[in-house]
């Protein structure tokens, strides 16, 4: 076999090598893509749950066991002073919306991944029609926001600076306001 | 034609031959993973639909246009049982999107799985989504597990078939979803038998939560 021939061969055997490297590439990626859409459904299960879960609580430690007024407002819990309160420990020992903010939760799920749920509360200001802010003035409207994320949910579309694909995050959000049957 | 040209023809058969071998595999492999994953999106999307029906469904429990009508939301769970749940709702019409005002009962339940023998699969069933009186039509999403647990307000659970069925406070859905055929890629790494491809689904959710607003 001449020098040429030799080129060629080399040649054939390096294009076929880069086809099989970017069919297996493009394999992988689209598996990865199935994968992380079957977690984002798992995640979204379990975002929703914790936020209807937060939907049974009282809308406040000042109104678990009785009600207040509108210009009662300044009763309710300092936004600084939100998180679990004294000998509460999960969902189960929660009385009120705003004990879930700083809430963690890590769950494993049979033939998924491993997720972790996180819960942020905020007082919310409402200006009619439209406008709704977040606000650490006391108000008798609280927005939960919940992020699920998973070290196996990547988001391969979005990269960081060194080009590494980032971890995505699902966020849910509900406006929790006090009302009462008079 | 000399030797060296025989033995030149010979090895480039070789190399031919080779590489047809490999681009062959390559074009079955890839053909079998494109199925697989067409497969698998299937199985995804008709959990998604069995669960976005299912939310949209059971938010609506004890809901009615007309509140009067439901004296209690704790009244709205008729029979509670583990695959089986009956309950008042009020459907939209496509005059009144927002119900009609009438009390209208939804039933949930799935069906043996012999009513699936004809699939591969020995654990799928029908899901039957009944509204009010109507003769039940089952449909075939692929669902193996529906399968849900009641608790009270203290987070205790609820014996099934719940007897007091206004103690509920909570339910926990769980579906799983699988496909009919078996396909030969998917493996059980703890058995190394193939499974069917699966998705999962579970979700908490509130009964009655007009009733907790204080």
Not at chain 1, 88 to 100: C, Q
Request: net charge negative; glycine share 4%.
């Amino acid at each position: 076999m001449g020098l040429g021939q030799t080129l060629l061969t080399i040649m054939a055997l390096m294009l076929m090598g880069r086809l099989i490297l970017t069919v297996n590439r493009t394999t992988l990626e689209t598996g990865s893509t199935k994968d992380v859409a079957e977690y984002r459904i798992t995640a979204t299960s379990l975002g929703v749950s914790l936020l209807e879960s937060a939907h049974d609580l009282a809308f406040d430690e000042a109104t678990v066991d009785t009600f207040l007024t509108y210009s009662q407002s300044s009763a309710l819990t300092a936004a600084a002073s939100f998180g679990k309160d004294l000998g509460e420990t999960d969902m189960s020992t929660f009385d009120d919306i705003d004990d879930v903010h700083g809430y963690i939760r890590i769950d494993t799920i049979p033939n998924s991944a491993i997720f972790m749920s996180t819960a942020t509360v905020q007082y919310l200001s409402v200006t009619p029609p439209t406008t709704i802010t977040t606000t650490t003035t006391r108000t008798f409207n609280k927005l939960i926001t919940v992020y699920v994320t998973s070290p196996y949910m990547v988001d391969y579309a979005t990269v960081d600076s060194t080009e590494t694909p980032v971890q995505d995050t699902l966020k849910f959000q509900s406006v929790f306001s006090y009302w009462y049957f008079r | 034609m000399g030797s060296q040209t025989i033995l030149d023809l010979i090895a480039s058969s070789l190399v031919f031959g080779s590489l047809m071998l490999i681009a062959l595999r390559l074009n079955g492999g890839t053909m079998e993973n494109v199925q697989a994953f067409r497969e698998d999106i299937l199985v995804q999307q008709n959990l998604v639909a069995v669960s976005q029906l299912l939310e949209y469904d059971f938010r609506k429990i004890a809901y009615c246009k007309n509140y009067t009508v439901i004296s209690s939301p704790t009244d709205a769970i008729r029979y509670a049982d583990t695959s089986k749940i009956v309950f008042w709702t009020d459907f939209p019409t496509t005059t009144q999107p927002y119900g009609d005002g009438v009390l209208d009962s939804m039933t949930y339940y799935v069906g043996p799985t012999s009513e699936l023998s004809v699939t591969p699969n020995p654990y799928d069933r029908l899901l039957y989504r009944v509204e009010n009186d109507a003769t039940p039509i089952g449909v075939n999403m692929g669902v193996t597990t529906f399968n849900m647990k009641y608790y009270d307000a203290l987070h205790a659970e609820l014996s099934t078939p719940v007897d007091s069925c206004q103690l509920i406070q909570y339910m926990q859905i769980t579906i799983q979803v699988e496909h009919p055929v078996k396909w030969t890629k998917y493996y059980n790494t703890a058995t190394y038998d193939t499974v069917y491809q699966s998705a999962f689904w579970r979700q908490v959710r509130l009964v009655a939560k007009n009733l907790n607003n204080r």
